[in-house]
């Protein structure tokens, strides 16, 4: 199983001629617009609360997109990767683990993991650019939740 994954063009099949995953591509300007309207809601969510001083740590071990390809979805391999994560962040001797979930799905894994909510934002209220997010993935990403797990 892992060789057909690995063995796939993950350029042609999710970026190509067409853009992201067949969302469209943007123009210079419009991708920088874009990147503008993510730096700016990721600060806003940043500044709601330090995640370091809520933790009183000085270093998180930060994990970071958690995705399963559709075809090989409700097999498990979302849990399984994050709890391989926090097992190596525990063997490195952190102390907290710390991430950002932005879709039902992820968010529902960390939950049944242990993370506890810190802070989040609504993507329709705060992200600029909401408008430009396809419906499909809106209806599964309406939030980013900051969230964080003592180990």
């Known amino acids: 199983m892992w060789n057909q994954i690995m063995d796939r063009d993950f350029d042609t099949e999710w970026v190509g001629p067409t853009g992201l995953r067949g969302y469209g591509s943007y123009t210079e300007e419009e991708h920088l617009q874009q990147i503008d309207a993510y730096f700016e809601f990721w600060k806003m969510l940043s500044d709601k609360e330090n995640f370091f001083d809520h933790f009183k740590v000085n270093e998180v071990f930060y994990l970071i997109f958690l995705s399963v390809l559709k075809e090989y979805r409700h097999r498990g ?10 097992e190596i962040a525990k063997e490195l001797g952190y102390k907290v683990a710390f991430s950002n979930f932005t879709s039902k799905y992820s968010y529902s894994i960390a939950c049944s993991m242990g993370f506890t909510p810190i802070a989040e934002l609504d993507y329709k209220t705060h992200y600029r650019n909401y408008s430009t997010i396809p419906k499909e993935i809106a209806e599964i990403h309406d939030k980013v939740v900051a969230m964080g797990k003592r180990l």
């Open 77 to 86: 391999i979302a849990s399984k990767l994050m709890s391989k994560s926090l």
